[in-house]
């Protein structure tokens, strides 16, 4: 069935962010008194809010001080103006869904001033998206709540049960599921167990969303 409304994830499907924020937050909590494996901060962290990240980092007795998450913003934005590369493939998937005519937004648990950075630093896709991006801070509550999902259909005027979420977290999987919406979970490496488990159905390559969302 092709979807009257394609809802993305922004870090890790629109850009190509989610690598160097992982090394930074491996590092920065290895220094508080936390040391994670790449690999199990990815599976604690991804799709997280910077304050869930926070909260979950300190039940495990990371020490960091009341302040870090506006900290850890600051380094990390200072970061992604140097550089953040859009994912393959994903201005052509858009080129395909204005070719038929079907909108699309980004929802993401990052913050405005994030997106700002990482997609501002490509203007013709910054243009193309503007008004069209919706942020956890636009809503009670981040995913896995449904709330920015249905915030993103809502503005749309389009039924849960017409969109498709393009994620690559399960904590994003979960919540297009609790939205009521299909899922399709972007996994470059791997074979997207984490994504399966939350009900979506797992991609490897950009340049197959098309033919997966029938367009």
């Known amino acids: 069935m092709t979807p009257e409304l394609v809802i993305f994830d922004c870090d890790g499907v629109i850009v190509d962010s989610e690598g160097?924020?992982?090394?930074?937050?491996r590092d920065d909590?290895?220094?508080?008194?936390?040391?994670?494996?790449?690999?199990?901060?990815?599976?604690m962290f991804i799709g997280a809010t910077?304050?869930?990240v926070a909260a979950k980092a300190r039940s495990?007795?990371?020490n960091l001080p009341p302040d870090w998450v506006e900290g850890f913003y600051d380094r990390l934005y200072a970061r992604l103006k140097q550089g953040t590369p859009l994912?393959?493939?994903?201005?052509?998937?858009?080129?395909?869904?204005?070719?038929?005519?079907?909108?699309?937004?980004?929802?993401?648990?990052?913050?405005?001033?994030?997106?700002?950075?990482?997609?501002?630093?490509?203007?013709?896709?910054?243009?193309r998206l503007s008004g069209r991006l919706y942020a956890a801070e636009d809503v009670?509550?981040?995913?896995?709540?449904?709330?920015?999902?249905?915030?993103?259909?809502?503005?749309?005027?389009i039924a849960p049960a017409q969109c498709v979420v393009i994620e690559d977290s399960a904590t994003g999987a979960r919540a297009?599921?609790?939205?009521?919406?299909r899922c399709f979970g972007y996994?470059?490496?791997?074979?997207?167990?984490?994504?399966?488990?939350?009900?979506a159905t797992v991609f490897h390559a950009m340049p197959d969303l098309p033919a997966l969302l029938s367009i």
């Open 20 to 25: 160097p924020t992982l090394h930074m937050l």
């Open 29 to 43: 909590l290895a220094a508080r008194g936390l040391d994670l494996p790449l690999d199990r901060a990815m599976d």
């Open 50 to 52: 910077m304050s869930g």
């Open 60 to 62: 495990h007795g990371a």
């Open 87 to 127: 994912i393959a493939g994903i201005e052509t998937v858009l080129d395909r869904l204005d070719g038929a005519s079907i909108p699309y937004c980004v929802g993401s648990n990052g913050r405005h001033a994030k997106m700002a950075i990482t997609i501002g630093q490509h203007q013709a896709l910054w243009n």
């Open 140 to 157: 009670p509550a981040p995913k896995p709540a449904p709330d920015l999902f249905l915030h993103a259909a809502r503005a749309f005027d």
């Open 176 to 181: 297009a599921r609790a939205a009521g919406m």
């Open 187 to 199: 996994a470059p490496d791997g074979d997207g167990a984490h994504l399966a488990a939350q009900g």
